[in-house]
C-alpha cells in the first residue's frame, strides 16, 4: 500500500515535471539581417519614438554614460541585481539579428530570441498587453539606431534564481497575457488612457504594491508601491495629496514634472516625466483622464481640506499646512528649517535662477505620504540637475547634516506642511536610507 502511494507520488511529480519543462521551454527563433531603414515608413517610426519613450526603454537601458538603448544599467530588485542589456541593433551584443516575431516573443512572453527567459524587472507583464502595431512600431524605431557593442555586466542573484527556467512557474502563476478591454460605457480618451498606462506606460510597476515573489497584487493596482527605495505614492482613493488631484493637474504634472498646487516629480519619477515630454499632448491628457479616474470622485470633506491647505500654504507665500513654527515651542527641526530650507522654500513665489523653488511644500504629497522615504531622499540627495535641460535644482544635504538633524527635519516638515499624525521611527529610516537599504514602511506608518 506505501509502496503504491510513493509510486503515484513519484510518477505525478514526473509528470508534473514535464508538464513544466514542455510549458516553459521555448525554442530558439531563427536570426535575420537587419532590415534596411528604409524598410520602414517614416510615420511608424515617429510613433515608435513616443511608444519607447512612453515605455521608458532608455531610462532602463542606458548605463550612467553609457549610450542610449546599449544597456547595462543595474536595475535593484529585492532579488538582487539585474542587468539591462543591448536593444541597439548590434548583431553580436543587441538584437540586430532579431526578426520582428521574437522581439514580439520578448515584449509578450519574456523569452529571449534565443530561448531564455528574461526576468520581469523587465517590464514584460505589462508589455505584453501592448497591441500588434504598437510593438511593430518600437521594433522599427530600435532597428533604425546606431548598433552599439554593449555586453551587460553579469547579474548578481542567488541560487536557483539565477536559473532562468524557474520563471516558468512566475509567468503561470502572475503572468496574464490578456489585452486591455475597451469599456464601451467609458469615453474614448479614458480606454486609451487605461491602454497606455496598464501596457507601455507600466505605471503600475511602480505604484501597485509586489507580494513576496515580486508579482503585482492585481487586487490592489494603484494602492502605491515601492521604485529604487522611493515611494511610490497611492494614484487610488487613497492618494495622499493634500488638495486632491484633476484631469487638469495630473496632465501638468505629467507633463512637466511640476503643478503648483501639488508636488514635484523627484527621484524614479523624474525620468518617467522627462520621457513623456516626447509623448502626444493627447496621449498625456488621455493617461490623465484614466489615472483622475481611478482617485474617484472627491468627498466634499476632502475637498474642504484641500481648499484650507490652499489657503493656508499661500498666505504670504510660507507654504504652512498647519500653521507656522510657534516660537514657544522647542522644535528641534524649526532652526535648521529657517536655516537651510527657508532660504529657499519660505519664498516660494520667487522666479528666475533654477535653484529658486516654486514648491509649497504644504500642497505637495512628500510630508503627507504614509512613510518618510521620499522626504528623507530630498533631503539628503536633493534634486540633481538633468543633463541637457533647464531643471530646478536643489543641493542635497547628505554631508552636512547627522542622521539626528535630518530626522528632526522631517519631524518637523510633517508637523508644518501635512495635517497627519506623526510617523513612527524616523531616526532608523535615515539611517537605512543613507546606507542604501530600503526603510521598513510598516514600522514608519503612524
Ligand atoms: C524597468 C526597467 C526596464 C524598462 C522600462 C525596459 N526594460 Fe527592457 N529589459 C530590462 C532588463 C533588466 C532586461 C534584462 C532581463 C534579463 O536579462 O533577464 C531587459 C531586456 C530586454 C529585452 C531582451 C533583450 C535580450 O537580448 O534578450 C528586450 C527586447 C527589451 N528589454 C526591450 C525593451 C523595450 C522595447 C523597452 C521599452 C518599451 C524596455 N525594454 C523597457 C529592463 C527594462
Ligand atoms: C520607475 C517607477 C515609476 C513609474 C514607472 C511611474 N512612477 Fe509615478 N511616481 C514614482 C515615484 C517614486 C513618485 C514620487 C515622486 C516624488 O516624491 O517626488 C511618483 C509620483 C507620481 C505622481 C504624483 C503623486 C503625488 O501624489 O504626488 C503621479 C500623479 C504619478 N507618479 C503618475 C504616474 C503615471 C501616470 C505613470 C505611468 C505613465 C507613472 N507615475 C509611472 C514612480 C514611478
Ligand atoms: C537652493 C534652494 C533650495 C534649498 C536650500 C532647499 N530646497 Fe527644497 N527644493 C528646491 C527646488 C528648486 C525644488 C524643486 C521644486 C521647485 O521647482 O520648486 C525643491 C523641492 C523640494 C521638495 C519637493 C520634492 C518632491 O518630491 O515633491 C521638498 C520636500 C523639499 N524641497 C524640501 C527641502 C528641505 C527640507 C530643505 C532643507 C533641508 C530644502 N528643501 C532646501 C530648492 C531648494
Redesign the pocket.
Known amino acids: 500500500m506505501v509502496r503504491r502511494i510513493l509510486l503515484a507520488i513519484v510518477l505525478i511529480l514526473v509528470i508534473g515535471a514535464a508538464i513544466f519543462v514542455a510549458l516553459g521551454w521555448k525554442p530558439a527563433i531563427a536570426p535575420v539581417d537587419r532590415p534596411q531603414a528604409s524598410a520602414f515608413k517614416p510615420e511608424v517610426l515617429s510613433r515608435g519614438a513616443q511608444l519607447a519613450a ?1 515605455g ?1 526603454c532608455t ?1 532602463c537601458h542606458t548605463a550612467p554614460g553609457g549610450r542610449p538603448f546599449a544597456g547595462g544599467l543595474a536595475v535593484e530588485t529585492p532579488f538582487g541585481t539585474i542587468h539591462s542589456t543591448d536593444i541597439t541593433p548590434d548583431p553580436e551584443t543587441g538584437i540586430g539579428r532579431w526578426s520582428e516575431a521574437a522581439f514580439k516573443r520578448a515584449m509578450r512572453e519574456g523569452v529571449s530570441r534565443d530561448g531564455h527567459h528574461l526576468y520581469p524587472a523587465f517590464p514584460y507583464d505589462h508589455f505584453t498587453r501592448t497591441k500588434d502595431e504598437d510593438i511593430s512600431a518600437i521594433y522599427a524605431f530600435l532597428m533604425t539606431r546606431q548598433p552599439v557593442s554593449a555586453k551587460a555586466p553579469a547579474n548578481d542573484l542567488p541560487f536557483p534564481l539565477n536559473v532562468r527556467f524557474i520563471l516558468t512557474g512566475w509567468n503561470l502563476l502572475f503572468l496574464h497575457r490578456d489585452p486591455v478591454a475597451d469599456d464601451p460605457s467609458q469615453p474614448e480618451a479614458w480606454n486609451r488612457g487605461k491602454y ?2 496598464e501596457s507601455l ?3 503600475g ?3 501597485t504594491p509586489r507580494n513576496a515573489l515580486g508579482a503585482e497584487k492585481r487586487a490592489h493596482a494603484f494602492a502605491g508601491g515601492v ?2 527605495r ?6 487610488d482613493g487613497a ?3 493634500p488638495v486632491p ?1 484633476t484631469q487638469e493637474s ?1 496632465f501638468t ?2 507633463k512637466t514634472g511640476f503643478e503648483t498646487q ?11 516625466v522627462s520621457d ?1 515630454r516626447a509623448v502626444s499632448d493627447d496621449d498625456v491628457q488621455a ?2 483622464v484614466y ?1 483622475a479616474s481611478l482617485m474617484g470622485p472627491v468627498p466634499p470633506p476632502r475637498q474642504q481640506e484641500g481648499q484650507r491647505a490652499v489657503e493656508m500654504a499661500t498666505q504670504a507665500g510660507l507654504g504652512f499646512t498647519r500653521g507656522a513654527p510657534d516660537q514657544s515651542r522647542d522644535e528641534p527641526g524649526a532652526a535648521l528649517y529657517a536655516s537651510a530650507c527657508g532660504w529657499c522654500h519660505y519664498n516660494a513665489d520667487s522666479k528666475g535662477s533654477s535653484f529658486a523653488s516654486r514648491q509649497k511644500l504644504g500642497l ?3 510630508s503627507s ?1 504614509p512613510d518618510p522615504s ?1 522626504l528623507i531622499h ?1 533631503i539628503l540627495e536633493g534634486i540633481p540637475p538633468v543633463e541637457g535641460e533647464a531643471t530646478p535644482i536643489m543641493p542635497g544635504f547628505a554631508g552636512s547634516f547627522t542622521d539626528r538633524q535630518v530626522a528632526d527635519l522631517a519631524n518637523y516638515a510633517r508637523a508644518h506642511f501635512s495635517t497627519r499624525p506623526a510617523w513612527k521611527n524616523v531616526d532608523d529610516a535615515v539611517k537605512a536610507i543613507r546606507s542604501g537599504k530600503d526603510i521598513d514602511r510598516s514600522a514608519s506608518r503612524p
Open positions: 512612453l521608458d531610462v497606455l498606462v506606460g507600466h505605471c510597476a511602480c505604484h521604485a529604487d522611493w515611494t511610490a505614492p497611492a494614484l492618494s495622499p495629496a488631484w495630473l504634472y505629467l501639488h508636488s514635484f516629480a523627484a527621484g524614479p519619477m523624474a525620468p518617467v513623456l493617461i490623465s489615472i505637495g504629497s512628500v505620504m521620499n530630498v
